[in-house]
């Protein structure tokens, strides 16, 4: 059984096991987690997942095992001030709404797509990086596609698990059997500043969730002075994460994909708030 709460969903739904999610839909004060937080509860009473510890998860989880009964979903408001009326009296303080669903393995569409769980990483690049980044991203809930223009690179001995793995034959096509939407996370590590430039321009004609790139201060800057010769605005270029990941001093492969995992995860975890 998967140890991943998202990975665990996939495989209880691909094995046709209905289960129930708690999900924080709003949360007011100094909540202990916030909103787009969710606990998943099996039939068998086990639980995955967190909404904040203590008194409230032995709550929640109670809640969501009598769902199993009901099967109606609903929302609960959870008062967690000392002192309140009907508080549940943890030191953190604050107000968490809860939504309780029972999922159907049968009919889980919407679960899916309300909780993100059909994002895809296109990864261009099958390098170094490619190789750390991709397992990463998979581990935290992503489908990854795996694009290079390199075949000893672009195969299932380098990326197993990969959703899939396309090989090009330039990067200028590399759009053109790929269909990346609104939900989808673009990752732009190629073994050149060429590759990385045609695989940026043609992800600036869509709209997606995240668009990343490789590459020092300078070469970027360099980059986006071309792009912009061609006509695409500075406010465009000002949306495209790079130097790709947070700032945490990577240096090694390993390091980097997790500075870009880490990012992907904020951005993420931001469009799931609005």
């Known amino acids: 059984m998967k140890t991943n709460i998202i990975e665990l969903a996939k495989e209880l739904i691909k094995n046709g096991e209905d289960f129930v999610v708690a999900k924080i839909v709003d949360t007011k004060g100094s909540t202990p987690r916030k909103k787009g937080a969710w606990l998943l509860m099996r039939k068998d009473g086990s639980s995955f997942g967190t909404v904040g510890g203590g008194i409230l998860e032995r709550e929640t989880e109670k809640m969501a095992l009598a769902l199993f009964e009901s099967k109606q979903p609903y929302v609960h408001h959870f008062v967690l001030t000392p002192g309140k009326v009907q508080s549940l009296d943890m030191r953190c303080g604050g107000d968490i ?87 989808s996370y673009i990752v732009i590590i190629t073994r050149g500043h060429a590759g990385d430039y045609e695989v940026l321009k043609h992800s600036l004609e869509l709209e997606c969730a ?65």
């Open 97 to 183: 709404d809860i939504c309780f669903k029972y999922i159907n393995a049968g009919n889980a569409e919407e679960f899916l797509e309300e909780f993100r769980m059909k994002s895809i990483a296109y990864i261009f690049g099958a390098g170094h990086v490619g190789v750390a980044v991709e397992p990463v991203l998979r581990y935290v809930g992503f489908d990854t596609v795996v694009v290079d223009d390199r075949e000893e690179f672009a195969n299932h001995e380098r990326f197993p698990k990969a959703k899939s793995i396309l090989k090009i034959d330039d990067y200028k096509n590399a759009f053109g059997q790929l269909k990346p939407d609104k939900a």
């Open 210 to 274: 995240y668009i990343g790139m490789i590459g020092s201060r300078k070469k970027v800057a360099n980059t986006f002075e071309l792009l912009e010769k061609e006509g695409i605005s500075r406010e465009r270029l000002q949306k495209v994460h790079s130097p790709i990941g947070i700032d945490i001093k990577a240096e090694t492969p390993e390091e980097i994909a997790i500075s870009i995992t880490a990012e992907m995860i904020k951005v993420r975890a931001i469009a799931e708030e609005k």
